[in-house]
């Protein structure tokens, strides 16, 4: 079935009007297409599911919008549920919520803590709802609401899972599913949690006291599952990502990334270093800026020195790999880091050579420029400065040791953080091994500055200590 707009649908219903599908919404290509569409004068949202699984998941999405409207949460009304005409493809129609917006559009578009911590509370408020009425969504995130004027619409029916034997759900389920959408938010904002858990219980009649051990537990559990699940991703077809598996290459890559790119990626990634400016010629990796058109790129290979360190790398995952791999732990964790847009390895059978990493350019000073002065005064500088701190609590917190702080490892863009050089980070489970990595880091830094230095000074006076 294609996913190219508009198109006409034939239904198994009475009704003669034919269904319009004019927009695509979401396409998860074999699995399911996602329209907008007009059926008579009704302006609607209609899914085709498709794939070996389609028939089961088409089962589960009206069972779960069934759910939600029978225990009274607001969702989407369901029209139609039945199948096409010519080829018998199983499709939902639901009414299209003019005006709307869902919560993901709204959260991107808040001015401030203020208007955030109010979204968290209006959402939380729903899910205190459905865990009193015995329902909980797998799929928990800011894309699965929908906000029109002061109503919010639960969406995707397919995640929806109920308790039939009970009208409330048990703590272990609602502080865990609770857990699972507080860890979508990016842990930059995990100060507004204690007041959305406050709401949260007030809005279900539940001890305060007896849920602090969610942000504490439940939370960190929950994302570093949420990291490691995105991780794998980029690694594997998805509809983020493409994996091309040949004779002698493997190479991944976004599946908006520029066709150009992935053109010379796939055919003979030396020829892309060949076009690109020199910005690194080392022995153990060389580093190029290639501009195509509007697009500029960084194209890192990670260089084989001799045969040893081909020995000792050949059955390792290479540091593109790493790379791409942390620059999808940053992303997931809401830490800035240039877009990853592909890796390449050669390979000859299960060994691994040369390894190739791109992302896009960014423009802006290292840390080293941007405090070459021996103090931090201005307004400016204060600002870079303590959002380099808020970057080092956020390591600190979720256990990321990077592993080379250099401070031409750390960009600084308006005064936001980027972070480089991703092939030596690590993100560790074990706290105390955490810990003894944390102060290598935090000490490197530190001597990107003589021991003297006021700058040197201000950081280590508010970095996280141990």
Known sequence: MTSDTPFQLNLNHPAEAGLQCHTTLRHLPGRRLVCAATWGDEQVVVKLFQGRKAL???????????????????????????????????????????????????WEHCCGDDERLELLKFLVEVIARQHQHGLWQEDLHLGNFLLSADEVFTLDGDAIRAKIRTALL????SRGNLGLFLAQIPPAYA???????????SASGQSLREWQSLLTTELPQQRRKRRCTYVSKAFRNCTEFTRKHKKGQLLIHRADAPAELI?????????????????????????????SGSDEWVVKRYNIKNPWHFLKRCLRPTRAAISWRNAHRLKISGINTPQALAMAEKRFG???????????????????????????????????????????????NLGIHHGYCKATNFLL?????????????????????????YRVDRARFLRNWNPRSKVREWFDQRLPQI
């Not at 939902?92 to 993901?104: E, F, P, Y």
């Not at 840390?367 to 201005?378: G, K, N, Q, R, T």
Request: proline share 4%; aromatic share 10%; glycine share 4%.
């Open 56 to 106: 089961r998941h088409w089962e589960r999405e009206k069972r779960g919008t069934g759910l939600l409207q029978q225990r009274d949460i607001a969702t989407p009304e369901l029209l139609y549920a039945g199948f096409t005409k010519e080829e018998n493809t199983p499709v939902l129609i639901t009414r299209m919520i003019s005006g709307a917006q869902t919560a993901l559009e709204r």
């Open 170 to 173: 048990p703590p272990y389920i």
């Open 191 to 201: 100060h507004l949690f204690e007041d959305t858990l406050k709401h949260y219980t």
């Open 263 to 291: 053109r010379l990626l796939e055919n003979d990634p030396d020829s892309l270093m060949e076009q690109g400016t020199i910005l690194k010629d080392g022995n153990s990796s060389t580093v190029v800026r290639v501009e």
């Open 350 to 396: 299960p060994l691994r050579l040369t390894g190739y990493y791109v992302c896009r350019y960014v423009e802006a000073s290292d840390v080293a420029e941007y405090f070459s002065a021996d103090s931090i005064e201005d307004t400016s500088q204060i600002q870079a400065a303590t959002a380099l701190v808020r970057l080092f609590e956020l390591f600190y």
């Open 413 to 437: 863009n308006e005064q936001d953080p980027w972070v480089i050089d991703l092939d030596s980070m690590r993100e560790f489970n074990s706290r105390q091994k955490f810990l003894r990595h």
